[in-house]
């Protein structure tokens, strides 16, 4: 009942731009924090960064200076810009949010999870 589907994958050379979109929808009552976290081959997920529904944000080391998280609430949408894309970025990034939502039952708080895009960063 509730869904994030993310945006804005692709290839891009190193030292170039992307960003990314999840919009969350479904029966939604409140969203506390949203994020983004990638998964690059053979290896785990990871943060990459978050911020709440107060503007804090919070991001990896490997990103800080070339990462921006940044999120709309009106529209339940988390955007994440990447500059200066290095071949380590490479990975599927998927968005991440804290909420309470609806369900069959009542409502429920939990975590909820895109499905991901890629991004790939090669020259």
């Known amino acids: 009942q509730v869904q994030l589907v993310e945006s804005g994958g692709g290839l891009v050379q190193p030292g170039g731009s992307l960003r990314l979109s999840c919009a969350a929808s479904g029966r939604i009552f409140a969203i506390y924090k949203m994020g983004w976290y990638r998964q690059a081959p053979g290896k785990q997920r990871e943060l990459v960064a978050t911020v709440t529904s107060g503007g804090s944000t919070n991001y990896a080391d490997s990103v800080k200076g070339r990462v921006t998280i940044s999120r709309d609430n009106a529209k339940n949408t988390v955007y994440l810009q990447m500059n200066s894309l290095k071949p380590e970025d490479t990975g599927v990034y998927y968005c991440?949010?804290?909420?309470?939502?609806?369900?069959?039952?009542?409502?429920?708080?939990?975590?909820?999870w895109g499905q991901g895009t890629q991004v790939t960063v090669s020259s």
């Open positions: 991440a949010a804290n909420l309470l939502g609806g369900t069959d039952s009542g409502f429920k708080v939990g975590d909820y």
